[in-house]
């Protein structure tokens, strides 16, 4: 596609729910990014790939969080038991390699309730 | 943890005006990016400049670094309502660690 794509692009969550954040980066992008970003705040890593190698996890918060790239491309980002201190936008980029001119998607807002 | 702070927090300028927004951070950085962010969207790059330049210009925008006092500003000449946005710093830190750190932000409202 023209750009990444994120889905679902809102996402309301009971709290203690399971939720899966998918990303599309763009087509040949080989780096891939996970941000959070909370409420009047800037975004935060919390993971890195490159290709199908999750390369940095530093920023998962918990073991509730991950993320997976299993061919390289679309990835997605796995929340269990979601708490309320979830609730944010889940930003994904894409660059060709490192961390040069990331390409942002429109980002996923989790509300957890 | 975010690594410094836009200054000011939030900024509102009249249609054709000016627009100065300040950066600083804490860690030696191999390049520096300003990202625009409109209300419910991703972020958009905008200009990156590397920490062995001092000014860089793209359009309406200038952007400088002095990299003595970690710190960077964005000037936004003649300003239009579309430049309504936040604007985030963004470090890439020396070291090899592939990932961005953002600052806070500065929220520009512009007058029509």
């Known amino acids: 596609g023209a750009g990444v794509s994120q889905s679902p692009r809102y996402k309301v969550a009971k709290r203690g729910q399971d939720v899966a954040l998918r990303c599309d980066p763009i087509?040949?992008?080989?780096?891939l990014f996970w941000y959070q970003q909370a409420l009047g705040q800037g975004p935060e890593f919390l993971t890195y790939?490159?290709?199908?190698?999750?390369?940095?996890k530093s920023g998962l918060p918990s073991d509730r969080f991950f993320a997976e790239r299993p061919e390289g491309s679309v990835s997605t980002l796995k929340i269990q038991r979601t708490q309320q201190e979830d609730s944010a936008v889940y930003l994904c980029?894409?660059?060709?390699?490192?961390?040069?001119?990331?390409?942002f998607g429109q980002g996923t807002r989790l509300t957890v309730v | 943890s975010q690594q410094g702070e836009e200054d000011p927090q939030a900024l509102s300028i009249q249609e054709g005006e000016n627009a100065t927004m300040n950066c600083s951070y804490k860690?030696?950085?191999?390049?520096l990016q300003w990202y625009r962010q409109n209300s419910g969207r991703g972020l958009v790059h905008l200009i990156l400049?590397?920490?062995?330049?001092r000014e860089k210009h793209s359009g309406r925008l200038r952007v400088t670094l002095d990299t003595s006092k970690k710190s960077s500003s964005l000037l936004i000449t003649a300003s239009r309502a579309a430049d309504t946005a936040s604007y985030f710093c963004?470090?890439?830190?020396?070291?090899?660690?592939?990932?961005?750190?953002f600052g806070k932000g500065t929220k520009l409202t512009v007058n029509p």
């Open positions: 980029a894409s660059s060709v390699l490192g961390v040069t001119e990331a390409f």
């Open positions: 087509s040949g992008h080989v780096s």
């Open positions: 790939f490159q290709n199908e190698a999750q390369l940095d």
């Open positions: 860690t030696s950085i191999n390049n």
């Open positions: 400049i590397r920490s062995n330049e």
């Open positions: 963004a470090t890439e830190s020396q070291g090899g660690s592939e990932k961005l750190v």
